[in-house]
């Protein structure tokens, strides 16, 4: 798959729900109104879709959502997507979660194939956890971490950067991360869907975190380029490798590898923009024609636009797009 601007995109992200067992404040509202499962791929619609885009080329696929582990019955689809990996179509399947799930699944993924996951985690102190998540249970995320190590699988922490929130303890995440053999990355904050929250309050532009970072650590420059908007640097203090993602700047896009699937079967080729394409009614159109689907595979990767066109005013941090993460996954 080649997009117009001579891109190859080898890089799917599934939101395989929008549900979660969390309601973190920047992410969504405390009272939110979920999609009717009918809306919904089945985990059969979506195991189809994810081999047709292989089978196009797609090398790396990322479940998130919502929080992947609450869909249930998830494993079926994850083991169907692992064979694909033992089969060597796909070079590696992977999870974005929130870990609370991760005690009773993390033997599991790695058994199906997954090698690496990554783990969101904002901050290490019980009480804010509570507060940034609004329902989630610190210890048990943290034995969700020791599950998945124990379990072999590699895990990344990603962390978004809150001001007045995290920006005193992005020394401690560190290094937590690195005392644990596990790689950090920061997020900047992204005004993504209506919360109840001021998000303008919660912005902190990683530039400023990185010279904050300078002050104390030796931070070198990795040359490492994912094709996203995740710079890395090793710091020479923990020697581990942090990463600083910054989804809101543009010198990502000429090298972007990557579209969105989001949980009804909408495909975003770039997530700052809102053109898609339904696949959800390409699925149910051509029940038995794979050709159908390989065709509009082609017919979205060709609209993929150059660049988003994010607009975040710092003062209001106004809403550049109106759908949430959870829909079309972190
Ligand atoms: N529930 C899973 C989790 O939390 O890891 C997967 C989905 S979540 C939407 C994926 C990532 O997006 C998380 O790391 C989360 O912190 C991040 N995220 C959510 N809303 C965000 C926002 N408005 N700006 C920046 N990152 C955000
Ligand atoms: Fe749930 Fe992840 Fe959003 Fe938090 S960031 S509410 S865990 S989907």
């Not at 104390?216 to 942090?242: K, N, S």
């Not at 029940?287 to 975040?312: G, M, Q, S, T, V």
């Amino acid at each position: 798959m080649i997009d117009p601007f001579g891109r190859a995109i080898s890089y799917l992200r599934v939101s395989v729900t929008d549900r979660c067992d969390f309601r973190c404040t920047y992410c969504m509202a405390e009272n939110m109104t979920f999609l009717p499962k009918r809306d919904l791929l089945t985990l059969e619609e979506l195991e189809r879709l994810c081999n047709a885009f292989i089978d196009k080329g797609v090398r790396k696929l990322r479940l998130t959502g919502g929080e992947p582990l609450m869909r249930k019955n998830v494993m079926h689809l994850i083991e169907a997507l692992g064979r694909r990996i033992h089969d060597g179509a796909l070079n590696e399947l992977t999870l974005t979660t929130n870990g609370s799930q991760l005690t009773r699944f993390a033997q599991d993924l790695y058994d199906a194939g997954m090698r690496r996951i990554n783990v969101s985690l904002d901050t290490l102190d019980a009480g804010k956890f509570r507060e940034i998540t609004r329902w989630g249970d610190f210890d048990k995320v943290m034995a969700g971490l020791d599950a998945a190590r124990t379990a072999g699988l590699k895990v990344k922490i990603n962390a978004v950067a809150l001001a007045g929130f995290n920006e005193h303890e992005i020394d401690g995440l560190i290094r937590f991360a690195h005392g644990n053999g596990m790689d950090i990355s920061l997020i900047e904050a992204m005004p993504l869907g209506e919360v109840d929250t001021d998000r303008s309050s919660q912005y902190l532009p990683l530039s400023k975190v990185r010279r904050d970072l300078e002050d104390r650590f030796t931070l070198t420059d990795l040359p490492l380029d994912t094709g996203g908007p995740a710079r890395y640097v090793q710091i020479a203090e923990t020697g581990g490798r942090l990463g600083f993602i910054t989804p809101l700047s543009h010198n990502f896009c000429a090298s972007c590898n990557r579209v969105r699937l989001t949980c009804t079967g909408m495909l975003y080729m770039c997530l700052g923009q809102d053109d898609n394409a339904d696949f959800r009614a390409v699925l149910r159109d051509n029940p038995d024609d794979d050709d159908a689907l390989h065709r509009a595979i082609d017919n979205a990767i060709a609209r993929k636009p150059k660049e988003h066109n994010f607009e975040l005013d710092d003062k209001t941090a106004r809403i550049a797009v109106a759908r949430h993460m959870s829909m079309t996954g972190g």
